[in-house]
Structure formats: C-alpha cells, structure tokens
C-alpha cells in the first residue's frame, strides 16, 4: 500500500512536469509581481501592458531627415466583450462555479494559494460589466487611444500640431461605434476635446471595402472561411488535454463539477476583460489585479495565447493559403499609403488616419512581409514556436496601430520608416539594422498597387 502510495505521488510529480509547458500547480497570481501573462491575452491585451515591456529589439533609429508625412491604421481601444462572450461571462458568474471553488479550498482539495482564495472568495460581477455595453468601446480604451495620438505628436511636432484643419487632416473609421469612439478619441488627444468637435471624419460608404475589405469578398471566404483546422485539432491534443486536466487540479473540481475548454476560455475571458478594462488607470506595469487570472498557471496562458495565433495565423497570417488573395485584399489600404508617400503636392494632407480592425492590421503586415516566421504553425508545433514573431499579444492588442512616417530627405530619396505600436518594425527591402527604408525601394517593391483600380483588385489574386 504505501508502496503505491509513493508511486501514486511519483507519478502525478512526473504528469505535472510533463511536456513543454512547464506548468506550476502552486503559481500564487496575486503576489506574483511580474504578471507576465499581461502580454500573454491575444487581440484581448491591453496596450499599455505591452507598452510599457518594451518588448522590440530595433534600435529606435530616428532619421536625421525631417518628417513630412504621416499614414496611421489603428485598431479601436479596449472594448467590452462581443454578446456571446459577454453571456457565457454572466452566466458562469451566476453559476455555483465559484462557489464550488470556494468550498473546494474550505475543503483542501485546491491548490490555491491564500491570497488567490481570499480574491475568488469575495469576487462578484463589476458593475460596469453591463451587457448593454456589448462590443462598445471601455475608458480605458479611449484613454489608451488619445495617449498615443498625444506621443505621436510629442515626437512629430511638425506634422501633428494642435490646430485641427480639414486641409492637413484626414480621418476615416467604419460604421461601428468602437472605431467611430476610437478615432473620436485619438482626435481629442490631438486637439483637445473641445477642438476635436470641429473634426470633420470621412462619410462611411454603405460596402466600406477599404477599411473593410473582408467584409465584401465571396472569393475569399469561399477558399479559407474563418476556420483555423489546425486551432481546432489543437484543441483536441494533449497539450489542451493536460491543461484542463491540471486547470480542474487546481481549483479541485471533479465529476459533475469538471469544467472543459469552453468554460475555461470563458474564465479566460473573465480574466482577460477585467484586466483591460483597467490596465490603463494603473500606473504599475503590471495593471490592477484581475481575480479570475488565478486559476491559470503561466503556462497555461502561454497555451492559451498560442490557440488564439493558430487561429490569426491561418485565418489572416502568413497561413493563408492564398497570399496574394490576402495581400490584394489590403489594395485600398496600400494604394493610400503609396499615394500619400510619394505626393510632393502641398495641398495634400499630412497626416491621414485611419481606425479599423486587427485583421486589417495583421493583413498590412502580411502585405509587407514583416513578422514572418520561418516555420507554420500547426498543430503539432507549439514548442517549436516558443519564440515565434507572430505574436496577436504584441501585434494587435487592443489599439494597436501601424503609423508611417516619411522624412524628407536632401537628396531627394526620402526615408520611410514603418512603426507598429509606436516602435521601428523591419520590412523587407529596408535597412535590417534600423527599419529605415527608402521610399524608391517601397515604391519597387509595392508597385502594383500604385495605379491599379483597387476596387475591382481587392478580391483578386491577380
Ligand atoms: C521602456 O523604454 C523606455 C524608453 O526607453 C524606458 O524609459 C523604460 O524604463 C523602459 N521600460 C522597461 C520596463 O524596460
Ligand atoms: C500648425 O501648423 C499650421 C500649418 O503649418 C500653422 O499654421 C499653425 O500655426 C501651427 N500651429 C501650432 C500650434 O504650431
Ligand atoms: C493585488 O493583490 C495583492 C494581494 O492581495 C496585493 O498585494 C497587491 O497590492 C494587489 N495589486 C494591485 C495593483 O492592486
């Protein structure tokens, strides 16, 4: 008996150390400092937790030229959780489920730390998770979004000065109330909320293909749809299978109390909204404390976070099948961007800004061949990918956006340089130390966007 007994323990030691996930049944959340899962949510990370963890290694070269021209493509802020999401929320809150943890751990059959405990024991609904405000923008998103057009101005006085005129700016943003509130907040951190009032945005045309072009192309959902085959197959692995298997460990729940992967997402999503909903008041880099983040180890999250990259990866990624149809489908987008680089018309505009979505971000990104991995994701290779450059976390979070500037050079050949979330990216055909690129290497390598008739291309693989 005792015998087994040391087998038993000896077994369950090896199954806890098992596989690449490392994970640690003990991981107390509360009192941990680092919080490194912050960076670890997908499209659902706060800006200013990536922000402030500096997590690019490019030199941020500025050039010696003088910035002319500004192109931004963000993405809206923080926003509360789409209807389905939301329900599936509200409802395990008013489950037994936490009060089956909290009997649990009364109990000793969790592996919870105190601190953990004491939070999912006095834990309740946030009053302002109201599902009226489904999909809608949070403060915290609005204040993410004019903090950055605040810093784009602090480091392009020349461009983004605090007159708002309708010859210097433009702004453009979809139907949707998150890019409509976005974009409202990006101008008033440019000019001030009483200025911005006078800011004239771009009439939303009915089939928005170039803010939008997912939205209006049959061909492309007819090839790829909005399925990643391998983050389902993933789903049904063993790595999965393992977290769910700790995930009910830790918080000691089993027969009819087991939770599986769609109750764990949605405490994932718990876990996730309650942290960005406040990230941004917090002045420390790892936010306010989000209760529901303590039934995960940090190695579940980096699970987590790899089902939401299978998923960008192969829906808007470089697993995209058809890449051209994917590049082509950024037309509207590039063409703009082209144009505004390349004019020397003094009447132009110099700043022109759009608001719209991640996908439109990660399709850009494609389009200009950054953040490439060497290997696909599948999914059978989620160790191999631990380093991985396409990260949804550090690329699209919540208000995250591509800004382009052009500097105007003496000689004629201007610099282009490319940032995503306010840091130098490296393209190719540009400068791999710095990320400076020229604008003749740019006009080379994306000229066929520059004259084509992008309505008709968009939803094309020509
Ligand atoms: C991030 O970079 C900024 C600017 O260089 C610096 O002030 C800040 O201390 C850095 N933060 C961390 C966590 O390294
Ligand atoms: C902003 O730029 C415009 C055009 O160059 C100029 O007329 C205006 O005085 C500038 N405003 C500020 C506050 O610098
Ligand atoms: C999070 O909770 C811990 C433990 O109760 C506490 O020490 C810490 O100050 C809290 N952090 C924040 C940002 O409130």
Known sequence: MKFFAVLGVLVLATMADAGVSMNNPNYCYMTDNIKSMTNMF???????????????????????CEASRFWYLGRYGTRYPHPGNFNAMINMANSNFQQDIINNYNEGRTTLCREDFEALSTWTIPPYFNIGFASMTTPSGVLAVQEIAR??????????????????????HTWSERTTTSLRAFASGL??????????YEPVPTRDWFLRPFDFCPLFDQQHGWVSVEREAFLEGPEIAEMVEQLNAKLG????????FQQIFTVWDWCRFETAYTFEFSDSPTGYNSTWCAAFSVAHQ????????????????????????????????????????????????????????????QGMLVTLGAFRDVWPFHRHNFAQHSS????????????????????????????????????????????????????????????RFIDVDCEEFFCSDN
């Open 253 to 260: 729940l089993t027969g009819g109390n087991r939770i599986g």
């Open 42 to 64: 997908g499209a659902l990370t706060s800006y200013e937790a990536i922000r402030r963890f500096n997590f690019t290694t490019v030199n941020p070269y500025r050039s010696t």
């Open 302 to 361: 980096l699970l987590l976070e790899y089902t939401t990259d299978l998923y960008t990866f192969h829906t808007t990624g470089y697993g995209v099948p058809n890449q051209r149809l994917l590049e082509n489908l950024h037309c509207g987008l590039a063409q703009d961007l082209l144009t505004h680089l390349r004019s020397d018309n003094p009447t132009d505009q110099m700043a022109r800004i759009f608001m719209s979505y991640a996908e439109e971000i």
């Open 388 to 447: 991985r450059h396409w990260i949804g976390s550090l690329i699209t979070p919540f208000s995250s956006n591509l800004a382009v500037v052009r500097y105007d050079c003496d000689d004629g050949d201007n610099d282009i340089v490319f940032y995503l979330n306010e840091r130098p990216i490296l393209i190719p055909g540009c400068n791999q130390q710095n990320g400076v690129c020229k604008l003749s290497n740019i006009e080379r390598i994306f000229q």
């Open 191 to 200: 000019f001030g909320v009483e200025d911005a009032q006078n800011v004239v």
């Open 151 to 172: 810093r784009y101005q602090a480091n392009f006085p020349g461009i983004l000065n605090g007159t708002y005129s309708p010859d210097r700016f433009l702004f453009r």
